[in-house]
């Protein structure tokens, strides 16, 4: 976690956080906020889910290809059984530069409805919230799970390239559903 100050009026606050200063004294505003990557540098794979949690969400051993940064604010990770083989877990991560940047939803609560909108047209199913808490949704699709999950740190997009309905619990889990 990263912490910083700085003076009101001096930069902008983020996610619509709002400050009201009465005194024309010297007033210190104190924000904290998950530190972000460079610009351009991808997530680590292990802050979204560890291989260890990964393979018990889906009882097969899988381990995380290297992340893609996918443009800014938005990381690509890949859980795979083999170098060879296709992912069995998709997941891209969409932090608050790429939520601002969105012209349509600006917010991790509309980008997270966007993104579920989306799936729900393309699979033409209905979400299912999982149950126990967090924000999080399945979508059914064929042969494979779409989750969407709204964590602190951004939202994310998984593809769950197996059919068990239990696997795309499980996964929702682990990346913290």
Known sequence: MRITTQPIGAG??????????????????????????A?????????IASNVAMSAALGLRVVAAAPVA?????????WVRTADTPPTVSVRHFDRRAILANP??????SYFEL?????????GRRREPLPG??????IPGNG???VVV????????????????????????AVGG
């Open 39 to 47: 610009i351009g540098q991808p997530v680590d794979c292990a802050d």
């Open 12 to 37: 902008r606050l983020q996610f619509g956080e709002r400050v009201r200063a009465r005194s024309t004294g010297a007033v210190a505003l104190l924000i904290v906020s998950a530190a972000l990557p």
């Open 70 to 78: 996918r443009d800014t604010g938005v990381t690509e990770c890949n």
């Open 150 to 173: 709204q964590r602190p740190d951004g939202v994310l997009r998984v593809v769950v390239n197996l059919p068990a309905r239990a696997t795309a619990f499980a996964v929702a889990r």
């Open 144 to 146: 494979q799970w779409l």
């Open 115 to 123: 993104l579920v909108s989306a799936g729900e047209e393309v699979a």
């Open 133 to 138: 808490g967090g924000k999080a949704v399945l």
């Open 104 to 109: 349509v939803a600006r917010t991790p609560e």
